[in-house]
């Protein structure tokens, strides 16, 4: 599976009718003048029933690279062993998230970057 991280993901031909019909949204404390900015977060990790950990994916309209964060809900905290993956034993949740986004990603048909 690798880290995800440090991968980059792509989407070709992505519009904003695209983006809108997956439910991604426009993005106002991201976006700018020169690029329109829009995000889409779903839960990865939930402890007795309760979300406490959500992916965001990040895309430019125009851009095919998509960027891929996990925070704690609601938040814009970063959640540190998932980018620190090689330190603590973090391994059965990681995976669990890992599993999760993977599917999203699949399901959207956004691939890995080829090298």
Request: glycine share 6%; proline share 2%; with cysteine.
């Amino acid at each position: 599976m690798g880290n995800i991280t440090k991968t980059k993901y792509r989407k070709k031909n992505m519009t904003k009718d695209w983006l809108l019909a997956n439910g991604f949204r426009y993005s106002r404390l991201l976006s700018d003048d020169e690029a329109e900015v829009y995000t889409y977060r779903f839960p990865v990790y939930k402890y007795n029933k309760f979300t406490v950990l959500e992916c965001e994916f990040k895309v430019a309209l125009g851009e095919e690279i998509i960027s891929v964060n996990v925070y704690d809900y609601n938040t814009n905290d970063k959640y540190a062993p998932f980018y620190y993956c090689e330190y603590g034993n973090y391994d059965n949740m990681l995976k669990e998230i890992n599993g999760k986004i993977e599917g999203v990603l699949k399901k959207m048909k956004i691939y890995r970057e080829e090298k």
